[in-house]
């Protein structure tokens, strides 16, 4: 039997991004606040610091800060007439673990979604007409707007340190931002990263084709910053060391380096690591919320009650503790009813290789996670979809990471893969090769969910997170399209020899790296037969349950969803203390 400790007025699951916010907001408000953090704590300083830091098989080959594929995976299938197995090592995704959660490993590229994207459905049928969207696709608008949304947004940009060039300041175009951007309050509060020299040839090359190129957004400090939280974040140094890394140098943004060290200096809060919650219990009705149950560090099963329960894990294993818990109707893509697990979408990325002769010095090793130079042309809605019978857009760049010798040694098609004509290749290329990276938008589709797998189990024996996705027809017009595009570019840039271009194609595999962007299972709506909460984060079935982070998305948008994930949590948190806390109970009826 589960031990009981005494009540708390808020247990929140997960100490990432939208747990950190979310707890700090209702802790300063008078709230008791546990996080319940399944990992181990994780902080800058000294479990980031140089050289131990500097470890590419342990954090990119040994998923050092991911998710522990051995004691909780997901399954995956590509549709219903498979049987689905599970991911053993991480390939597709890289779903975080550990205090900070994927916001303690991510790159740091910074982009707000675009007001279309919040409209999708309506904006697209009145454009173009309903004959746009293929049958089989079931995007939906969300229930509420980019407008109502910029003023969170700009919250989190002043506390992660942002760093760009605005393009669009309340409606006045910016010269030397992106001219596509929606409205924002205000500038960045950093300037823009520095451009190394890949991505310049890129810029170069699409400005000379008529297009419009700019500096990658990114949460990486450009220079010394105090965030709005009062913390002090140091400048990037380009040390390449940045996706699959923590930061050792107080330059990108994390819930540790911009937040939790505010917040747990509150009384009311607190962090609890070693916490895997299993469940939310509910009350024998299955309207209410008791607490959750967890197991901690000892593996002893503990129960801890709560007014408030607040998911705040990565966003499809809110879903799997949706499931797990039996709160809403699991989504039965047989017959298009229930909404858990509705609407699961990855993202459409592609590229194109590129190969320099020997004189185009690339220098792959001098990056950083976001630093990149990006075209929005056919972003969203930026072009006129019309004649290419497709909905959605993606953004092209050159984006210059890490050139870590054991992940990074590009070599052209047809080259050996192992012996001395492989070596030779490599040192032939690995200094005069590049990529254009393609990130497209995703559609859900009836046939794309997630649900409980119904043969693997975890550690603790609950059924597996199960993945059924493929992609739709229309990603796979999409993903040509922007590929050409992409190619052209490529070969316009100086120095190029050859060009490889990659298009999606069917069928999805997860035992290749796409995005760590899934979103979709527990998406927001105006329809309780459509959605599993309402516009802030609340659960129709049980309405002392609240649900953060891309889960949330009817779709995804072509855009990195952190921006969007943070603003929605100040979104969310807001309601909660100006009207759930004063009066606890359905926010929209």
Known sequence: MAEALPKVDVAIVGGGWTGAIIGKELAAAGQRVVILERGEARWPSPDFQGPNVHDELKYTRRHALHQNAATETFTFRNDTRQKALPMRRWQFAYPGTHLGGAGNHWSGAYYRFDPTDFNLRSHYNERYGKAIFDDDLMSQDW??????????????????????????????????????????SRPYPNPPMKVPHAPALFGEAARKLGYHPYVQPSALCTRPYVNSEGLHMSACVYCGFCSNFGCEHFAKASPQVCILPVAMKLKTFELRTGAHVLRVELTDDKKHARGVTYVDAAGKEVFQPADTVVLCAFGVNNVRLLLLSGIGKPYDPDTDTGVVGRNYTHQTTSGVNLFFDESVNINPFMGAGAVAVTMDDFSADNFDHGPHKFVGGGYLQIQVVSGAPIGYHPTPKGTAAWGSEWKRAVQRYYNHSASITITGSAQPTRGTNLSLDPTYKDA?????????????????????????????????????????????????????????????????????????????????????????????????????????????????VEKIKADYLRSPGPLVT
Do not use: C
Request: charged share 20%; glycine share 10%.
């Open 143 to 184: 229930p509420l707007t980019y407008d109502e949304l910029e003023p969170y947004f700009d919250r989190f940009d002043y506390l992660v340190g942002a760093s760009g060039q605005a393009g669009n300041i309340k409606g006045q175009k910016q010269e030397g931002g992106n001219p596509f951007e929606p409205w924002r």
């Open 460 to 572: 603790w024996g609950l059924p597996l997170l199960r993945v059924t996705y493929d992609f739709p027809d229309n990603d796979i017009r999409l993903s040509a399209f922007l590929t050409q595009k992409g190619d052209e570019i490529g070969k316009a840039m100086r120095g190029v020899v050859a060009t490889e271009p990659g298009p999606r194609k069917k069928p999805f595999t997860a035992t290749a790296y796409q995005s760590t962007h899934l979103t979709g299972g527990a998406i927001m709506g105006d329809d309780p037969q459509t959605s599993v909460v309402n516009r802030f984060g609340q659960v129709w079935d049980v309405p002392n349950v609240f649900v953060t982070g891309a889960s949330l998305f009817p779709q995804n948008s072509n855009y990195n969803p952190t921006a969007t994930v943070g603003a929605t949590a100040y979104w969310i």
